[in-house]
Nanobody
Framework: QVQLVESGGGLVQPGGSLRLSCAAS????????MEWYRQAPGKQRELVAT???????NYADSVKGRFTISRDNAKNSAYLQMNNLKPEDAAVYYC?????????WGQGTQVTVSS
């Protein structure tokens, strides 16, 4: 049984930081691209950041320079370091282990940015 479990979400003030974690079980993530998505109320789910199995990263323009995606294959985990958070970053954040034709999703973790 494949599971992706996100953690690290919470309430943070504007300008603050959070580090999200995604722990995988039932798969070995080294053959997967790891991705973080987010979905705010009333909006479509959007891709925030990607890291390939080889460590190549890509970011949405809205988070470039503020968010950093990483992975630790030995720990079978991926991470999203979020700095200088803005109210518009508030959303449920989802982790995905992705291959070309299929992928596995986590259940999401809530990030709230408010003073």
């Amino acid at each position: 049984q494949v599971q992706l479990v996100e953690s690290g979400g919470g309430l943070v003030q504007p300008g603050g930081s959070l580090r999200l974690s995604c722990a995988a079980s039932g798969i070995r993530i080294e053959i997967y691209a790891m991705e973080w998505y987010r979905q705010a109320p009333g909006k479509q789910r959007e891709l925030v950041a990607t890291i390939t199995g080889g460590g190549i990263t890509n970011y949405a323009d809205s988070v470039k320079g503020r968010f950093t995606i990483s992975r630790d294959n030995a720990k079978n985990s991926a991470y999203l370091q979020m700095n200088n958070l803005k109210p518009e970053d508030a959303a449920v954040y989802y982790c995905k282990a992705s291959r070309i034709v299929y992928g596995y999703w986590g259940q999401g973790t809530q990030v709230t940015v408010s003073s």
